[in-house]
């Protein structure tokens, strides 16, 4: 039985064009693993590899949701079961790339059964949301420090439902957690993730954005501003979209916006490599070509 391949790591780091290179040794189609390239609405701004840099590799789950759609982990879990099993029967190799720590954990360690939060919490949750986020900040921290914990970053929508589970059901969101079970069973699976020289990683992802914007990521947001979305839609707040859109409703200036875009995408960089740091338990990690060789070492001689 073929093993499922996990290749993570913060964004810019190479990820893509490794799962590509390994797919071509080991027979193996590449499944994303990303909270926004799922987004059909977003190629350009969350770097979805294009057919030209798939090069004839079959990949899966890129751009098949709408932006309106609020998409979640279990969604995802839902939607790559199906193609891990397709790959397996067809004795191909899955390989699943991308940034999103929280896929990979639900699917190496489980995602719990949670139930719906009561109407009062959900509303209590929105009440603070409209409030304003330190507010929601704090109400989730006091309610479920655990789970406020593993937060990355300013995520209004993971706190809402930090609030809302504490508040309407028997247990907080790091109880429920805890009771969860692995879609892929330790054994069935090798990870590894990539953590490149941190200032080269910077140096790129400032370059990458410009190219971004200069090869069609403007006229991006632009369309994703015509459709007059609601801003907080997860496709509205991917990193590198809000401050394209302040640009296009002409509060600043092209030059601040590309600015704003870099500083927020290294600084998620960093929220990056430190949830993957202390995360990705059974992972192998890989910042150089000679680790990326005793990665294939351990692919080769992996047996179930």
């Given amino acids: 039985m073929k093993p499922v391949i996990c290749i993570a790591g913060p964004t810019a780091s190479g990820k893509s064009a490794w799962a590509i290179e390994l797919a071509k040794t080991v027979d ?3 499944i994303n693993a990303d909270s926004m390239q799922v987004y059909k609405d977003l190629h350009i701004l969350s ?3 294009d057919e030209k840099e798939m090069e004839n590799i079959p990949h899966h789950l890129f751009g098949h949701v709408d932006g309106q759609v609020r998409y979640s982990t279990g969604r995802w879990l839902r939607d790559v079961v199906p193609v891990i099993l397709d790959c397996l029967a067809r004795q191909k190799t899955p ?4 940034g999103t720590g929280l896929y990979f954990k ?16 959900i509303d ?11 507010k929601l900040r704090q109400e989730a921290e006091r309610v479920d420090p655990v789970a406020f914990a593993r937060v990355l970053g300013d995520d209004p929508q993971r706190l809402m439902r930090i609030v809302s589970v504490a508040l309407g059901t028997d247990h907080p ?14 054994g069935y699976w090798v990870g590894a993730v990539l953590l490149p020289d941190r200032e080269k990683l910077y140096d790129r992802i400032d370059k990458r954005y410009v190219a971004m914007v200069s090869g069609g990521g403007l006229v991006e947001a632009k369309s ?49 490599f430190t949830w993957f740091r202390g995360q990705a338990k059974h992972w192998f990690c890989v910042n150089n070509a000679a680790s990326k060789g005793v990665f294939r070492q351990k692919i080769s001689e992996f047996s179930i």
Avoid: C, N
Wanted: hydrophobic letters at 45%; a positive charge; zero cysteines.
């Fill in 28 to 30: 193996g189609e590449v």
């Fill in 124 to 134: 209590r949750a929105e009440h603070l949301r409209r409030e304003g986020f330190e």
């Fill in 224 to 272: 994703l501003f015509d459709k007059q979305l609601a801003a907080d839609l997860p496709v509205m707040k991917a990193i590198g979209v809000p401050p394209l859109l302040e640009f296009i409703m002409e509060k600043i200036s092209l030059e601040e916006a590309v600015f704003q875009a870099q500083r927020d995408t290294r600084r998620f960089a960093k929220r990056q």
């Fill in 47 to 49: 770097a979805r590899p």
């Fill in 106 to 121: 639900a699917l190496t360690e489980g995602l719990a059964a949670i139930p719906q939060p009561s109407a009062e919490a």
């Fill in 95 to 98: 390989i699943l790339v991308g």
């Fill in 173 to 186: 969101l790091s109880v429920w957690q805890r009771e969860t079970r692995p879609v892929i069973p330790k």
